[in-house]
Every structure is written in structure tokens, then in C-alpha cells.
């Protein structure tokens, strides 16, 4: 028996914090015991002072530090009642030291500890899990300044190298820090530099207000070690030296933390795994904790269990936490680890949803959108081509008599066996319940034709097409491997070509990743999971959807992996044939662009974890919500694969059960509506019995044994022997075709806003800027245009409107004209274009040197019309002259001294040709070709 049990609440209080003292490193006395010198920390209760006895005199290295007001459990609601009592003490004369100023003062229950540092600008209490240790304070109290203080005098940011919205986030997240608010939230669209302005912020926390160390949570190894390589890259603007020459920055990949480290990057699951005091395995580390629970260290357990005290981690370890896609990682099981910690908590993420924005307090400190994003040239557009297929849509039918060959998932062992009755098959079943290779075949011939004549018919690099980078979301593993063998055969190309990148490859998936991000191989990258969010891979250009995605937060993180932009040299190094990266394409081959889109919670919880560890964590006695919905969901979808002979085997082994029951069970274990009817019924039968909570929790458990009791290992084993022998049919017979293959009319609508914004710009500036004034002008006045002129205006969009990128506008009239003309070389040229088009000097969009060229060939026509005739020398010294034209828009008399004229005499041997009609010949052109 618990000796506890018979105590007072007032005395279970004090010795449940008498417990979390010693833990943290004091020695406790009563007040005739001991001297405040016995140790480095010493509590004393019942010290007495002018205003009573304080419950808990703090002393270190004998000097009084600190006051603990100790209340019963029953009373944590009146905590802030009784500041004031603890204020009192803190400023009274104590007994032997005299009147003191006590700078720390908590008030506690032993389940509850507010705690109030009375240095701050604006002493607030705080909630913090336990006591701080002596050596903690006693640091704080030599400073003069304490952390909140410093954060009030932050000096003024450099904005250098600073987008306005990474300014923005700053200064805004230290103005809350000045606020003392302990949550603040930084929504920033995906590729918008988040993980830049953490380190920005970091940097001057560490510098200006003396943190100590500084936390950076992710939820993945991956996003751990990218955050780490943005840390060793990050280059102060007040120093000359790099971030890691400065501050000590340690990845942790083991429970141990160093001491001197002052940037610590952790996954959530690591320093959970710390805090208990038990080994990670690192697979744990590899998806994020929404999307795998990390089931295979916990289903021994009765129950995961909850993070206590640990002497090696105290509380204080870290002055603020950076929590990086804050949307997915920290709730439930995992909050406890944030809780834990007596630390300021910033949020960085794209996609907060409404759970985010409770968390953080509504305390946003900075929206900055993909839309915001795509305006200020920071992330790149993307326009949406759909393509459709008569099987993609409707499904198909397998007829009885048919002989069809099935395969196992697994194994992927085939077989041929003659179908006994018609099986109709609907869009939701393809490539999990059946497969048609005719269907992924017609959808990637029809993705690679509209490549090659739509979507970037401009690719051809030395007389071939150059795929660009693409990345492909498919269903599942085995989803994927059918993905890539049609790629390579409809592409005609070998296994570099396109390859699989997930986390079960034989390959290192890691250096795998890199060289699609690097290197020319592979063109096409299929994934499930593994890249869908966090990843950067800047030259990507196409996302091809074979998925659908319900969640409008995923979808937006897998579209974040093609906004990225990447510096034209950069691009080239890796797709050779582009000239820039000024949008990309979303193409949808399964209506994801179209499907209604949730912000809610999906029922699958535990996705990653294979269902035999799902079955034996539930036959173990976890009772994890999310693992009782996790397995419904699983089961739900089981039953509508098994077959009529297999759902009878399963009811002889459970006594009649089906799994729609076994599953209705475990969702009802957890269903608030059920619980609540259940409680009340209890109650009605038993008024005078335990209070509802009580028999809340009583039926909770019960309906969760009851669900549970169902999973023995005999129905368990069942259960994963259908799943693993279940096959997948393979309908050859069902041919496909392509029932639509076009850009969806939305980017036909984004295509004419972006023309609409362009021709208003260039309306807003025409008296402006030179070259859009003589644009407008008369046609002789354009004959003063000059490659300068140009390059002033497209200096000038770049500054005002980056949206408003030459190829970008280029691309939405090419849509528009429907025209298939190739996008010039330059961007100059583009831009000339473009102008010309919106001017009504071109009825539609036409490439400027075709323009020059037809000029050219009319002028020359109209001079040999009548007596005179140009020799071939002369024709030759034209031509060089319309060529300098159409791409520097002017000739010069001093251009003839350069390339290509000076290699055939300059203006020498022009004069000889020409004599003393050469300038005149000069101005014509000048004028006829550009006007």
C-alpha cells in the first residue's frame, strides 16, 4: 500500500516536492536541520520572516535566493491567488540574513509549479514541469540583465540579405520575445526561407541576448540534417566569420548532448526517447511521428509512458525551441516533450491549420503566403495540365470466363487463373485491387507527348528531348515499381533514367536524393512518402500526380517541392536545354486539383507501421486512441479486399465476428458520443455512485478491453496471412484511352490574368521608362532603340513586379495565341516580344527575330525591285546587320569594330561595299526592322 494514501493533501504536496527539489539537485531541511552552506542548493522549510514562515527558503552557496509557496493539489486553481503571499516573502527580512530581495519565486502543488523571475521588465509567472536547479539560478543571478530583459533591448536588425517578409517574421517575432509571449507561430510559404530566418534569429538571440542554448526541432532525420547544413552555411552580416566558427552546433544522433553545444537540432523522437532514458532506434527518425508512431518501441508497453524528471536534462536546457513544420509533430504523445522545458517556443511552417494556431496562442507573428511568395518572385508559379483516361474515370469490368493472371503483393509471384463471375472494378480500386497496365500507360504516353509538344516543347538539346526534372507520386511501393517500368519503356530509356525513391530501396535513398537533385540521372524520380514534404529539390519542374490527396495541408507541402527557385546557372547544370526556371507544372492524372480538399484529422494515424504491429501493440494492452483508429481504418479497408470464403474462415475463428464489428468496437472505445451515452446510463442506474469523469474513464476502459479482447493471437495471425497472400488481378483486356489531355481552364484563367497584369504595367509606365515610350510612339522614334533601353525595363519589372518574369508572361500568351513557338534564347528578346504584342503592334505573340526576319526579307524585296540589285557580299554584310538587330535591337556605327563585323573588315570594308550610302543603309535598317 501506498504510504501516501493516508497522508493530508498539505503534507502529500510537500512531499511530492520535496521529491522534484532533490531531483533537481537541492538538499531539503526542516528549519532546524542543516545550514544553508551544506550544499551548492539548499531548501529550507518553514524559514521564518517578518511576514510568517515561508514553506521553502531557496539558499545557494548560503545565500538566499529563492521562495517556494507550497498549496494542497485541490488548490492549483487558486494559484494566481496567492502571488501576492509569495511576493511578501520574497521582500520581507529574514530571519539571521535580514531584508532581503528574493529575485526567484515559485508557487507549487507538487503536480503544479508557477514560477516568477522578479528581475524581468514585467515579472509574469510561468508554468514550468519542475524546479530549476541551484547552479541555474545562482548563473542568473550574477547576470545583470535577465534573458527577458536583454529580449526588450534587442538592438535594431540588419536587413541586409533580408527578403521584406523574413524582416517582417523577425522583427516581429522579437517583438513578441520583448512581450514576453511564450508561443509564437511563423507561417512562410514552402521555399520562402524559413529555415534562413531561423538561423538569422538564433544568431542574435545568441549574440545580443545571451541565450545559452538554443533547440531546433524537427520531426525527420532528414529535415534535421538539412537544417544543419543551412546552419553551417549561414554567414552573419556583422561578422566575418561563419555561424559554426562562432557557436558550437551539434546534430544530436545519440542521447548525448554536449556541453558546450549552443544549437542543438534534435527529431521530437530522439529527445523524447532521451528524457526516458531509453535507446532510439533510428528508423524512428526517418518518418514524421503523424505519419509512423513509432509503434515497434512502444507495444510492449501497457501504455506509452509519460515523461518525468531527468536529472541529465533539466528543465532549463534550452533557452527557446525552434520547432520546424510545427503543422504535424507536436501534439498528443509528443507535446509532453515541449511541456517538459522551460523555454520560449517559435513555430516555422507553410501550412498551419487551426490545432497550429491554438497551440501558438493565435499569436502569429508573421503570414507570408505561396501567393505572397509568387508576387514578390521569391517561389515560382505553377500552371495545371490534366489528363484523364476512360479507365481513370469509370473504372472496368472483368468478365466472367476471362483468363486473367493475378499477382501477390508481396512476392509479386504471378499466376494465371480463369475469372468465375464478373468483377467490376471502380477508379478507387485501381492499382490496389486491380491493376490495368494499359491505364499507367496511356497516362504516362500522354504525359510524355504533351511534354514534348505542351508543357516544354522547347527542351531539345543537341537534336534530342530533354525530360525535365520530374517527380511522380504514386499510390504505394508496388504502385510505384509499375510506374517505373512503363516509364522506362514509353521514355525508351534505362534504369538511370528513373528510379524509386523511398525509404525501402536497396539503394542509399540519401545519395539517391542527391543525385536527382545534382546530377543529370535520374530524370524522373517516383515516391510515395519519402519526398512529398520538407525535401527541397530546386530544379524540379513537373509533379506528375498518379495519388489522390485528401489533405489540403499535404497537398500543399508536396506542392511546395516544385516552387523552389534555382539560379538559371544552377538549373543548366543539371537540365542543360533550360533556359530558366520561371514556373512549374502540376500535372494531374487523377483529379487531385479538383477533389474537395480537409483540414481535419484523417482516421489513419499510425500510416508507416505495418499492421502486424498495429495487431500486436492492440494484443499487448496498448490503448492508444490513435492506434484503435488506426486499426479500424486498416480493417475497414481489409474487409472490402477479402473474399466470402476468407470472411467465414475469420467468423469460425472469432465465435461469429466480423471485422465491421471488430471495427465498430474499436472506434466506439473512443467515440466521445458512445462514451458519453454509456456514462449517463451508468450513472442514471447508480446515482450515488463515483463522479461522471470517474465513470467516463471506467467505461473508456472498458470498451477498449472489450475491443481489444477481440485480437488474439490465432485471429491475429488470420488477419495478416490474408493481407499478405492477397492478390492484385492484372487486367490486360480492358485497353484504355486518353480522354482528356489539355491545360485545365483555371491556368487558362491565371494565364490571362498574368497577360492582363503585364499590359497593365506596361500601360502604367509607358511615359516612363524610354523604351516603353518609344514603344507607344511613333514608328520612327522606335529606331532609337537600344539593347540599354531594354535592359532598363527589364531591370525595372524585375524590381516592381517579379511575377511578371518575360518568360512567365511569355508562356501565359503562348497558352493564349495558342501558338507553339519555342521561347527565345534571351529574355531580352522575349521581352521585346511582348511589348510589341500588348502594343498592337503584332496581332499575336511572334518571336522578334521572326519579325526582324520578315521585315528584312520585305525591305530587301522593295529595294531590288526596280535597278538596284545587291551583290552577294553586300547580302552577306546585310544579313550580319538584321542578325545584330534582332538581338540588340540597334546597330550602332561603333558595333561594326566589334563581332562578328570585324572579322570581315569592320567599318572599313562596309564602307567599301556601300561607300557613301553606308549610313544611310544603317539608319534604314535601323528603322524598318524595328518599327
Not at 773 to 795: A, C
Request: aromatic letters at 10%; hydrophobic letters at 35%.
Amino acid at each position: 500500500m501506498n504510504p501516501t494514501l493516508n497522508q493530508d493533501p498539505e503534507q502529500r504536496a510537500r512531499d511530492q516536492i520535496d521529491q522534484m527539489l532533490r531531483q533537481a539537485g537541492w538538499l531539503v531541511y526542516d528549519k532546524n536541520q542543516g545550514s544553508p552552506f551544506d550544499g551548492k542548493g539548499v531548501a529550507m522549510r518553514e524559514y521564518q520572516t517578518e511576514v510568517g514562515p515561508v514553506d521553502y527558503a531557496l539558499f545557494v552557496d548560503g545565500i538566499p535566493i529563492g521562495v517556494i509557496e507550497a498549496k494542497r493539489e485541490e488548490e492549483g486553481h487558486r494559484m494566481s491567488t496567492v502571488e501576492e503571499q509569495s511576493k511578501n516573502y520574497a521582500e520581507a527580512a529574514w530571519k539571521y540574513v535580514g531584508a532581503q530581495s528574493i529575485p526567484f519565486i515559485y508557487e507549487s502543488t507538487g503536480t503544479l509549479t508557477r514560477f516568477t523571475d522578479n528581475r524581468d521588465p514585467k515579472p509574469r509567472a510561468r508554468r514550468v514541469f519542475s524546479f530549476h536547479r541551484p547552479e541555474t539560478l545562482a548563473n542568473w543571478a550574477k547576470q545583470k540583465k535577465s534573458l527577458r530583459t536583454q529580449l526588450v533591448q534587442l538592438p535594431p536588425l540588419n536587413k541586409e540579405g533580408l527578403r521584406p517578409a523574413q524582416i517582417v517574421a523577425i522583427e516581429n517575432l522579437e517583438k513578441s520575445f520583448a512581450e514576453n509571449r511564450p508561443r509564437a507561430l511563423i507561417q512562410m510559404a514552402t521555399g520562402a526561407g524559413k529555415t534562413y530566418t531561423a538561423a538569422t534569429f538564433v544568431y542574435r538571440l545568441l549574440r545580443h541576448a545571451n541565450a545559452q542554448r538554443i533547440l531546433f526541432l524537427v520531426d525527420t532525420k532528414n529535415l534535421g540534417e538539412q537544417a544543419e547544413q543551412e546552419f553551417r552555411a549561414f554567414q552573419p552580416k556583422d561578422d566575418n566569420r561563419q555561424f559554426t566558427e562562432l557557436y558550437n552546433v551539434q546534430r544530436l544522433t545519440s542521447s548525448y548532448i554536449a556541453p558546450d553545444s549552443q544549437v542543438c537540432i534534435s527529431t521530437i523522437q530522439r529527445l523524447y526517447s532521451i528524457l526516458k532514458g531509453e535507446e532510439l532506434d533510428e528508423q524512428a527518425e526517418q518518418d514524421n511521428p503523424n505519419e509512423s508512431s513509432w509503434l515497434d518501441q512502444q507495444r510492449r508497453k501497457k501504455e506509452p509512458l509519460p515523461v518525468v524528471y531527468n536529472e541529465r536534462v533539466p528543465i532549463e536546457q534550452f533557452d527557446f525551441i525552434v520547432i520546424d513544420e510545427c503543422h504535424r509533430s507536436i501534439y498528443n504523445l509528443w507535446q509532453q516533450v515541449l511541456d517538459y522545458f522551460d523555454a520560449f517556443q517559435v513555430g516555422l511552417t507553410a501550412t498551419p491549420d487551426k490545432r497550429t494556431f491554438g497551440y501558438f496562442d493565435e499569436n502569429v507573428v508573421s503570414e507570408y503566403t505561396y501567393e505572397d511568395s509568387v508576387a514578390d518572385g521569391v517561389n515560382v508559379g505553377y500552371e495545371i495540365y490534366l489528363i484523364d483516361t476512360a479507365i481513370s474515370q469509370g473504372g472496368g469490368v472483368i468478365q466472367k470466363g476471362w483468363d486473367v493472371e493475378r499477382r501477390e503483393k508481396l512476392s509479386r509471384r504471378k499466376r494465371w487463373q480463369q475469372q468465375d463471375e464478373d468483377l467490376e472494378y471502380s477508379r478507387r480500386d485501381l492499382d490496389k485491387k486491380v491493376v490495368n497496365p494499359s491505364q499507367i500507360r496511356n497516362v504516362i504516353r500522354a504525359f510524355k507527348r504533351a511534354l514534348e509538344t505542351e508543357i516544354f516543347p522547347d527542351r531539345i538539346k543537341d537534336g534530342k528531348y530533354q525530360v525535365p526534372k520530374t517527380l511522380i507520386f504514386a499510390k504505394t511501393d508496388s504502385h510505384a515499381d509499375d510506374i517505373i517500368r512503363v516509364v522506362r519503356e514509353e521514355f525508351a530509356e534505362g534504369n538511370e533514367f528513373c528510379k524509386k525513391v523511398t525509404y525501402k530501396i536497396d539503394e542509399d535513398p540519401k545519395s539517391l536524393l542527391s543525385r536527382f537533385r545534382n546530377d543529370y540521372y535520374p530524370r524522373i524520380a517516383v515516391t510515395v512518402d519519402m519526398i512529398a514534404t520538407g525535401t527541397d529539390v530546386k530544379p524540379l519542374e513537373v509533379l506528375l500526380f498518379m495519388r489522390d490527396v485528401k489533405s489540403s495541408n499535404y497537398f500543399t507541402q508536396m506542392m511546395g517541392r516544385g516552387t523552389r527557385t534555382i539560379h538559371r546557372d544552377d538549373l543548366q547544370e543539371v537540365s542543360s536545354a533550360a533556359e530558366a526556371k520561371t514556373h512549374f507544372i502540376i500535372v494531374d492524372a487523377v483529379g487531385v486539383t479538383k477533389t474537395k480538399k480537409t483540414n481535419t484529422r484523417p482516421l489513419e494515424r499510425k500510416r508507416g507501421v505495418p499492421l502486424k504491429d498495429l495487431l500486436g501493440a492492440i494484443r499487448m494492452g496498448v490503448a492508444e486512441e490513435d492506434l484503435f483508429l488506426s486499426l479500424a481504418n486498416r480493417l475497414s479497408r481489409l474487409d472490402k479486399q477479402l473474399t466470402e470464403k476468407e470472411k467465414a474462415g475469420l467468423r469460425d475463428i472469432t465465435g461469429g465476428k466480423d471485422l465491421p464489428q471488430m471495427t465498430r468496437e474499436l472506434l466506439h472505445a473512443f467515440d466521445p458520443d458512445v462514451l458519453e451515452q454509456a456514462t449517463e446510463q451508468r450513472r442514471r442506474e447508480d446515482p450515488e455512485g463515483p463522479a461522471a469523469d470517474v465513470v467516463q474513464e471506467q467505461v473508456q476502459q472498458e470498451l477498449a478491453r472489450k475491443a481489444a479482447s477481440n485480437f488474439t493471437g490465432e485471429v491475429n495471425e488470420y488477419l495478416e496471412k490474408v493481407r499478405k497472400v492477397h492478390e492484385q488481378i492484372i487486367d490486360t483486356h480492358n485497353l484504355d484511352t486518353v480522354t482528356q489531355s489539355e491545360w485545365d481552364k483555371e491556368s487558362a484563367s491565371k494565364s490571362q490574368q498574368l497577360a492582363d497584369d503585364f499590359a497593365a504595367y506596361l500601360e502604367a509606365h509607358k511615359d516612363e521608362i524610354t523604351a516603353l515610350r518609344l514603344f507607344y510612339g511613333q514608328p520612327y522614334q522606335r529606331r532609337d532603340l537600344t539593347f540599354r533601353m531594354v535592359e532598363e525595363l527589364l531591370e525595372r519589372i524585375r524590381q516592381d513586379k517579379p511575377a511578371l518574369a518575360p518568360y512567365a508572361v511569355w508562356d501565359a500568351y503562348a497558352k493564349l495565341d495558342n501558338i507553339q513557338a519555342n521561347r527565345p534564347k534571351q529574355e531580352l528578346v522575349a521581352l521585346v516580344s511582348l511589348v510589341r504584342r500588348v502594343c498592337g503592334l503584332d496581332e499575336q505573340l511572334t518571336p522578334y527575330p521572326k519579325i526582324v526576319d520578315k521585315k528584312f526579307q520585305d525591305w530587301v524585296f522593295g529595294k531590288q525591285a526596280g535597278a538596284l540589285k545587291f551583290t552577294e557580299d553586300q547580302m552577306q554584310w546585310l544579313r550580319m546587320i538584321k542578325d545584330h538587330i534582332a538581338g540588340s535591337f540597334h546597330l550602332e556605327m561603333d558595333d561594326l569594330d566589334y563581332t562578328p563585323f570585324d572579322a570581315v573588315g569592320g567599318r572599313g570594308r562596309m564602307y567599301q561595299l556601300f561607300g557613301a550610302e553606308m549610313n544611310g543603309v544603317i539608319e534604314e535598317l535601323n528603322e524598318v526592322l524595328v518599327a
